[in-house]
Protein backbone atom coordinates (compact mmCIF):
# COMPACT_ATOMS: atom_id res chain seq x y z
CA UNK A 1 0.00 0.00 0.00
CA UNK A 2 1.65 3.12 -1.19
CA UNK A 3 0.50 6.73 -0.37
CA UNK A 4 -0.19 7.22 -4.09
CA UNK A 5 -3.03 4.63 -3.85
CA UNK A 6 -4.35 5.79 -0.46
CA UNK A 7 -4.75 9.79 -0.46
CA UNK A 8 -7.59 9.95 -2.93
CA UNK A 9 -9.63 7.80 -0.49
CA UNK A 10 -12.52 9.58 1.65
CA UNK A 11 -11.75 10.33 5.58
CA UNK A 12 -13.56 6.84 6.84
CA UNK A 13 -11.51 4.60 4.70
CA UNK A 14 -8.08 6.71 5.05
CA UNK A 15 -8.44 6.69 8.89
CA UNK A 16 -9.47 2.55 9.13
CA UNK A 17 -6.21 1.95 6.61
CA UNK A 18 -3.67 4.12 8.78
CA UNK A 19 -5.11 4.08 12.14
CA UNK A 20 -4.64 8.02 12.27
CA UNK A 21 -6.54 10.76 10.52
CA UNK A 22 -6.11 12.20 7.66
CA UNK A 23 -4.43 16.07 9.50
CA UNK A 24 -2.65 13.73 11.79
CA UNK A 25 -0.60 12.04 9.20
CA UNK A 26 -0.19 15.08 7.37
CA UNK A 27 1.61 16.97 9.97
CA UNK A 28 3.21 13.77 10.95
CA UNK A 29 4.66 14.27 7.42
CA UNK A 30 5.26 17.56 7.71
CA UNK A 31 7.31 17.14 10.85
CA UNK A 32 9.52 13.97 9.36
CA UNK A 33 10.21 16.05 6.67
CA UNK A 34 11.48 18.73 8.24
CA UNK A 35 13.92 16.34 10.19
CA UNK A 36 14.66 14.21 7.44
CA UNK A 37 16.41 17.74 5.69
CA UNK A 38 18.21 18.96 8.79
CA UNK A 39 19.28 14.68 8.68
CA UNK A 40 20.57 14.82 4.51
CA UNK A 41 22.19 18.60 5.14
CA UNK A 42 25.15 16.49 6.61
CA UNK A 43 25.03 14.45 3.30
CA UNK A 44 24.31 10.56 2.92
CA UNK A 45 22.40 8.93 0.72
CA UNK A 46 19.18 9.31 -0.36
CA UNK A 47 16.07 7.18 0.10
CA UNK A 48 14.78 5.53 -2.33
CA UNK A 49 10.39 5.88 -0.73
CA UNK A 50 9.33 9.09 -0.10
CA UNK A 51 8.23 10.75 3.36
CA UNK A 52 4.84 9.48 3.03
CA UNK A 53 5.40 5.93 2.36
CA UNK A 54 8.13 5.65 5.04
CA UNK A 55 5.33 7.34 7.26
CA UNK A 56 2.61 4.69 6.02
CA UNK A 57 5.06 1.74 6.47
CA UNK A 58 5.48 2.65 10.04
CA UNK A 59 2.09 2.74 10.55
CA UNK A 60 0.81 -0.01 8.55
CA UNK A 61 3.62 -2.17 10.86
CA UNK A 62 1.81 -0.66 14.15
CA UNK A 63 -1.01 -1.16 12.53
CA UNK A 64 -1.17 -4.66 11.07
CA UNK A 65 1.82 -6.25 13.26
CA UNK A 66 3.80 -7.64 10.50
CA UNK A 67 7.25 -8.26 10.21
CA UNK A 68 10.01 -6.25 8.88
CA UNK A 69 10.81 -8.84 5.75
CA UNK A 70 7.15 -8.67 5.45
CA UNK A 71 7.32 -4.55 5.48
CA UNK A 72 9.98 -4.59 3.88
CA UNK A 73 8.73 -7.03 0.71
CA UNK A 74 5.46 -4.91 -0.03
CA UNK A 75 7.88 -1.70 -0.37
CA UNK A 76 10.44 -3.50 -2.21
CA UNK A 77 13.03 -2.80 0.59
CA UNK A 78 15.13 -5.10 2.52
CA UNK A 79 14.44 -6.14 5.88
CA UNK A 80 17.53 -4.31 7.56
CA UNK A 81 16.17 -1.04 5.59
CA UNK A 82 13.00 -1.43 6.51
CA UNK A 83 13.81 -1.70 10.41
CA UNK A 84 15.89 1.31 9.86
CA UNK A 85 13.19 3.54 8.07
CA UNK A 86 10.38 1.95 10.98
CA UNK A 87 13.31 2.90 14.05
CA UNK A 88 13.94 6.32 12.60
CA UNK A 89 10.07 7.26 12.48
CA UNK A 90 9.53 6.18 15.36
CA UNK A 91 12.24 7.62 17.37
CA UNK A 92 11.93 10.96 15.34
CA UNK A 93 8.12 11.44 16.28
CA UNK A 94 9.07 10.39 19.76
CA UNK A 95 11.52 12.79 20.32
CA UNK A 96 9.35 15.77 18.71
CA UNK A 97 7.18 15.42 21.50
CA UNK A 98 4.09 16.39 19.39
CA UNK A 99 2.09 13.15 19.23
CA UNK A 100 2.54 11.51 22.85
CA UNK A 101 -0.05 10.31 24.02
CA UNK A 102 -1.14 11.41 28.03
CA UNK A 103 0.73 9.14 30.59
CA UNK A 104 -0.99 6.92 32.93
CA UNK A 105 -1.01 9.65 35.82
CA UNK A 106 -3.15 12.34 33.26
CA UNK A 107 -5.60 9.56 32.75
CA UNK A 108 -6.20 8.87 35.74
CA UNK A 109 -6.37 12.29 37.57
CA UNK A 110 -9.52 13.07 34.76
CA UNK A 111 -12.64 12.77 36.31
CA UNK A 112 -14.96 9.80 34.68
CA UNK A 113 -18.07 8.03 34.86
CA UNK A 114 -17.82 4.11 34.33
CA UNK A 115 -20.60 2.11 33.56
CA UNK A 116 -20.08 -1.43 35.07
CA UNK A 117 -21.97 -4.83 34.16
CA UNK A 118 -21.35 -7.50 35.61
CA UNK A 119 -21.74 -10.91 34.37
CA UNK A 120 -22.88 -14.24 36.03
CA UNK A 121 -20.39 -16.89 35.07
CA UNK A 122 -21.21 -19.40 37.56
CA UNK A 123 -21.09 -23.36 36.76
CA UNK A 124 -23.82 -24.95 37.07
CA UNK A 125 -24.04 -29.04 36.22
CA UNK A 126 -25.49 -30.04 32.79
CA UNK A 127 -28.69 -31.90 33.65
CA UNK A 128 -28.06 -35.00 31.50
CA UNK A 129 -30.15 -38.44 31.65
CA UNK A 130 -28.43 -41.16 33.82
CA UNK A 131 -27.19 -44.15 31.83
CA UNK A 132 -29.35 -47.30 31.89
CA UNK A 133 -26.74 -49.87 32.54
CA UNK A 134 -29.72 -52.29 31.99
CA UNK A 135 -30.81 -51.05 28.65
CA UNK A 136 -26.84 -51.83 27.56
CA UNK A 137 -26.56 -54.81 29.03
CA UNK A 138 -29.59 -56.02 26.95
CA UNK A 139 -28.80 -54.53 23.90
CA UNK A 140 -25.68 -56.43 23.97
CA UNK A 141 -27.16 -60.03 24.20
CA UNK A 142 -29.55 -59.49 21.59
CA UNK A 143 -27.04 -58.25 19.27
CA UNK A 144 -28.35 -54.71 18.60
CA UNK A 145 -26.98 -51.66 19.18
Known amino acids: MRHDTIKERNAEQFRRLTGVKRATFDQMASY ?44 GISESQ ?14 SRLFNLPGRKAVCSIAREF ?4 IDATETPIERPKKDSGAIIRAKRSGTR
Not at 83 to 94: A, F, G, H, N
Not at 115 to 118: A, F, Q, R, S, T
Open 82 to 95: AYRIIRWCEDTLKN
Open 115 to 118: EVVL
Open 32 to 75: LTGAKAQQKAKGGKPNGLCIEDQLLMMLSYWREYRTYFHVGQTY
